[in-house]
């Protein structure tokens, strides 16, 4: 059974909307699968977005429990872990560097572009590349810089942008974009 953790702000949002709605169709499409979700920037205990709440009634899902702040149990759970940002991925990656190999931002991972795919392995070994050198004094070649702007600017964003605050519209779009890129995922697991 794979296990899935969502990872988020403040898990009162994306996150376990992320978790609620990937439970409900894994369980209509006969997909089994564990699911969990997390903040990397909350404590235990807070409730669900009033906002997030209604937008998964809309969808007729009904999420249960309440926020987790991320931890390294959680991490070493999961088999797959989709942050809804690139900062969320690297946020987690910093204080996580062992989950490397299975963390991506949901929309990154649900992305089937080769090409888009390449330029990120890319754009992550330069970065691993930079955090090296800096760590050691030392600085990325002119070469090295050009092409990581290169790759940035090239590379679209696969962040779910954060409702949090805004009006139930903004909730229910922002479940929406989450829902279309679970489609892509349980197409992906179905696979295998």
Known sequence: MTRILFVCTGNTCRSPMAEAMLRTMARQTGI?????????????GLPISGHAATALRGKSVEHQGSSRALSG??????????TMTASHKRG???????AVDKAYTLKEYVNQDT???SDIEELERLYTEMHMKQALG????????????????????????DP???TLSMYESCASEIE???KALLGILQKG
Do not use: K, M, N
């Not at 089994?32 to 235990?44: C, K, N, P, Q, Y």
């Not at 070649?141 to 600017?153: M, V, Y």
């Open 32 to 44: 089994s699968l564990e699911v969990r979700s997390a903040g990397v920037s909350t404590i235990d």
């Open 73 to 82: 149990e959680a991490v070493a759970w999961a088999d797959l872990i989709l």
């Open 92 to 98: 987690l990656l910093h204080y996580f560097p062992e």
């Open 115 to 117: 090409a888009v795919q």
């Open 138 to 161: 030392q600085q990325l070649s002119t070469a090295e810089r050009t092409r990581l702007l290169e790759l940035e600017r090239r590379i679209p964003s696969f962040d779910i942008a």
């Open 164 to 166: 949090f605050g805004g």
């Open 180 to 182: 279309e890129s679970l």
